[in-house]
């Protein structure tokens, strides 16, 4: 159609939604598809955003979002990981991680800049470099190496016209981490090729081994790097659409303008919830993550016994097992199974061609679920012979 954007026509609609439509309103239905907690947003937050009505509180907010949002996002990242950031004017709230991602690609990206992805990696991405005018180049990550990029990969696709990396760790859709030492290697390599590390550390909070490490807080990288992150995972406020983009002060204004003539701000009542989260969670994000690890050993476990093969985790709430003794696509065996089990789970393709031969299987649903999900899947794995 000659009113749509060649840009637009050429991007592919989400593999995630498309099994998320195909589940929606369905009786008997089991889906371990969509990465959403199963976790009510605590009353406390949910009671602040009430009071916050009450007060009158249905205003615009500044393009930047509430200060004192902004500044107890600062005190974290300096508790939590040592960064500093001015809370005025290097800390923008977004309506989410994806819009803090779209606002940095388009704040930086030119036509031919190239953006390192390693795959399988979130889905969004790759269309976000698109849709900034950018040029996606993927890394394929390995189950042998605990899908994490090498150094050695990375520096193998720079050219004179590489601008940026995306990384995600913890990882979706792998539940892969990685180590301090290997983030600072591949810092070092940003550094060397003076390259904008977009780090998306949504799951950060979700790190079930080791400690997790703040990618700005390496060395050299903290005005090198837009650090995204968000209440949606690890406070479960996926509906409140609460995001926050940190970093270089020039970079952060330029995204600003975008946020400020698309979105605006984002809602203030929502806002006003994550001020209360941050303040005022500990035990309850404790609670959820306990609950999650639990999760995690029963469904590795599950997924290894049925003949799944499957890599541990070590955070987010994802397992990205192997279809790869069955003989079919990822698609097929996706679709097949629902058809069959009402069993819903993401094709690993949907992550990139690098997830071919996988599934995503969130274990964001309780354990109760999680047994009769696994349950299923193994009379499916045994009608396959």
């Known amino acids: 159609m000659k009113h749509i954007s060649n840009r637009v026509q050429n991007i592919h609609s989400s593999g995630i939604r498309k099994f998320f439509d195909l589940v929606l309103g369905v009786e008997d239905i089991i889906s371990l598809g969509v990465g959403e907690p199963d976790f009510v947003t605590p009353w406390h937050i949910r009671e602040a955003c009430i009071y916050s009505l009450e007060r009158g509180y249905t205003s615009y907010t500044s393009n930047w979002g509430v200060l004192e949002l902004r500044e107890l996002i600062a005190d974290k990242l300096r508790g939590d990981y040592g960064v500093e950031y001015d809370p005025e004017g290097e800390i923008l709230i977004t309506t989410?991680?994806?819009?803090?991602?779209?606002?940095?690609?388009?704040?930086?990206?030119?036509?031919?800049?190239e953006v390192i992805i390693p795959e399988p990696g979130y889905v969004a991405y790759?269309?976000?470099?698109?849709?900034?005018?950018?040029?996606?180049?993927?890394?394929?990550?390995?189950?042998?190496?605990?899908?994490?990029?090498?150094?050695?990969?990375?520096?193998?696709k720079i050219t004179e016209n590489t601008k940026a990396i995306i990384l995600n760790y913890p990882n979706n859709p792998t539940g892969s981490t990685m180590k301090g030492s290997e983030l600072e290697e591949i810092a070092d390599i940003a550094v060397e090729h003076d390259l904008l590390v977009i780090s998306d550390e949504i799951y950060a909070k979700l790190t079930y081994?080791?400690?997790?490490?703040?990618?700005?807080s390496l060395n050299g990288m903290r005005n090198n790097t837009i650090l995204l992150n968000g209440m949606s995972k690890a406070y479960a406020m996926t509906g409140w659409r609460i995001g926050y983009a940190c970093g270089n002060r020039e970079i952060l204004e330029n995204m600003m303008k975008i946020h400020q003539y698309t979105m605006l701000c984002s809602p203030i009542t929502a806002q006003m919830a994550a001020v209360e989260a941050l303040r005022n969670s500990d035990d309850s994000l404790r609670k959820m993550v306990t609950e999650y690890n639990r999760r995690r050993n029963l469904i590795v476990k599950g997924l290894n016994s049925i003949g799944l093969h499957c890599f541990e985790p070590k955070g987010a709430f994802y397992t990205f097992p192997s279809i790869a003794d069955f003989n079919l696509k990822s698609e097929e065996f996706a679709e097949r199974l629902l058809r069959e089990e009402m069993l819903a789970v993401v094709p690993g393709n949907a992550f990139g061609n690098a997830g071919e031969g996988y599934l995503r299987c969130a274990y964001a649903v309780s354990r109760e679920v999680l047994n009769e999900a696994l349950s299923r899947l193994e009379r499916f794995v045994g009608r396959l012979g």
């Open 126 to 156: 790759k269309p976000c470099v698109i849709l900034a005018g950018g040029m996606p180049v993927t890394i394929d990550t390995r189950i042998d190496n605990d899908f994490k990029a090498t150094p050695e990969e990375i520096t193998s």
């Open 96 to 113: 989410g991680v994806s819009e803090g991602m779209d606002l940095v690609l388009r704040a930086t990206i030119n036509p031919s800049d």
């Open 209 to 216: 081994e080791g400690t997790h490490t703040c990618f700005s």
